[in-house]
């Protein structure tokens, strides 16, 4: 059954499916419909998964998802990086799965698919299409977002779009340093445009991951070179802890597996170009 990803993203209760599929190039969108799943199951135990890891081992899987005790909580599962390869164990299970649910997670998914084919056209599943967001969905996105503060006029809600383009990603982290930085909720422009400067934060960050990393001589550099601006303190510090928040995360999940599979299920995702760097850091950090 197909389903409209901007009415589930509004309603997430409107999946009355127990297996789901949401495939498209939409990150963004993704990760919040997976935030959305999670708030809406708070007692549940959220259980995540790579394909690779399931096809691996399908019996481990299997025993995972039958085996339900009466005294354990709800669970729900996530299944990442989901294709093709995986459609047989869908068809093994599909029938099978009552008190659970399965949600799958693939990028781009032709028409040709078979598990595509199958969710969208199956009565007992259902299938999201996460198709990039345009600038009228992201105006809107910033508006119901930035609800309640003053000064979010057509000229801020385009520098906000400015700074992260169409991608939604970004998009959510340009409105957490708005939230952050305007805690009174009066956005005012001036301070907006230096918020949002891409070569000052980027700045910033380069030189927190050097910090992180323990390399004093370029943390020392970037200390002479960076500006440090007293008014974006907290600012500063969210981004640190935000980080920190990640390594520690990682170091937790690379207990049961090893540490570039614990990586790839912190979400959301690390930037493929920060990934080396965060490997290193997630190596030289302790809980």
Same mark, same amino acid.
């Given at each position: ?28 969108? $993704?990760?919040? &419909?997976?935030?959305? =799943?999670?708030?809406?199951?708070? +007692?549940?135990?959220? =259980?995540? #998964? ?22 354990? *909580?709800?669970? /729900?599962?996530? =299944? ?5 390869? =995986? ?8 029938? !099978?799965? @009552? ?6 997670? *693939? ?13 969208? !056209? *199956? ?32 000229? @801020? ?8 383009? &169409? ?7 340009? /409105? ?18 230096? &918020?949002?400067?891409? !070569?000052?934060?980027?700045? #910033? ?14 943390? +020392?550099?970037? &200390? ?8 974006? +303190? ?11 928040? $990640? ?7 690379? $207990?049961?597996? @090893? ?23 997630? $190596? !030289?950090?302790?809980?």
């Amino acid at each position: 059954m197909i389903y409209k990803s901007y009415l589930i993203e509004e309603n997430i209760n409107l999946i009355n499916k127990n297996l789901f599929l949401f495939y498209g190039e939409n990150l963004g969108l $993704k990760e919040e &419909l997976k935030k959305n =799943i999670k708030f809406e199951n708070k +007692n549940a135990e959220i =259980i995540n #998964f790579i394909q690779d890891d399931v096809l691996k081992n399908e019996e481990a899987f299997f025993s995972e998802i039958f085996n339900v005790s009466l005294f354990q *909580s709800e669970k /729900i599962y996530f =299944i990442n990086e989901a294709n093709d390869k =995986i459609f047989n164990i869908v068809e093994k299970i599909e029938n !099978k799965i @009552n008190d659970i649910k399965i949600f799958f997670f *693939s990028e781009v998914l032709d028409k040709r698919s078979k598990l595509r084919n199958h969710f969208e !056209k *199956s009565k007992n599943s259902g299938a999201a299409a996460c198709y990039p967001d345009n600038e009228i969905s992201i105006r809107k996105k910033i508006q119901q977002k930035l609800k309640g503060f003053e000064g979010l006029s057509a000229e @801020n809600i385009n520098i906000i779009i400015n700074s992260c383009g &169409l991608d939604r990603v970004k998009l959510n982290n340009e /409105i957490y340093k708005v939230i952050t930085y305007f805690s009174d909720k009066k956005i005012k422009s001036d301070k907006l445009e230096l &918020l949002l400067d891409l !070569k000052i934060n980027d700045d #910033f960050n380069l030189l927190k991951d050097e910090a992180l990393n323990g390399n004093k001589l370029k943390t +020392n550099k970037l &200390l002479s070179d960076t500006i440090i601006e007293t008014e974006k +303190n907290v600012l500063y510090l969210n981004i640190i802890n935000q980080r920190l928040n $990640k390594l520690a995360e990682v170091i937790k999940i690379s $207990k049961n597996t @090893n540490l570039e599979n614990a990586i790839s299920l912190i979400k959301p995702p690390v930037f493929w170009k920060d990934k080396p760097l965060f490997i290193s850091q997630s $190596k !030289k950090w302790s809980s």
